[in-house]
Nanobody
Framework: QVQFVESGGGLVQPGGSLRLSCTTY????????MGWFHKGPGNQRERELI?????????NYDDSVKGRFTISRDNAKTGVYLQINSLKPEDTGVYYC????????WGQGTQVTVSS
């Protein structure tokens, strides 16, 4: 069964940094585009794709994170990573990794809270 396990979140002050990690299981990892999705606070918010990386290493970013976030992958470890810098309060939320487009089941995600 496919499984995504995210980690690395936490409480940080504005301007701080975090490195998020995701390990995948049961997925033919190296053939897929992988992404990080952000779900902001509030039950009505949807998961939004903010960064993706292709099997060939090509990357794309949402304008809201461009220049601050860096996505990477390690096919040997079936891992996807997100370096997030210059954090802003609006970056608060739960971060998920998944194939692009995302499909169930989703992982638990990792909570990032940006607050002074």
């Amino acid at each position: 069964q496919v499984q995504f396990v995210e980690s690395g979140g936490g409480l940080v002050q504005p301007g701080g940094s975090l490195r998020l990690s995701c390990t995948t299981y049961g997925l033919m990892f190296d053939i897929y585009t992988m992404g990080w999705f952000h779900k902001g606070p509030g039950n009505q918010r949807e998961r939004e794709l903010i960064a993706s990386i292709g099997w060939d290493g090509s990357v794309n970013y949402d304008d809201s994170v461009k220049g601050r976030f860096t996505i990477s992958r390690d096919n040997a470890k079936t891992g996807v990573y997100l370096q997030i810098n210059s954090l802003k309060p609006e970056d608060t939320g739960v971060y998920y990794c998944n194939r692009v487009p995302g499909f169930a089941p989703w992982g638990q995600g990792t909570q990032v809270t940006v607050s002074s």
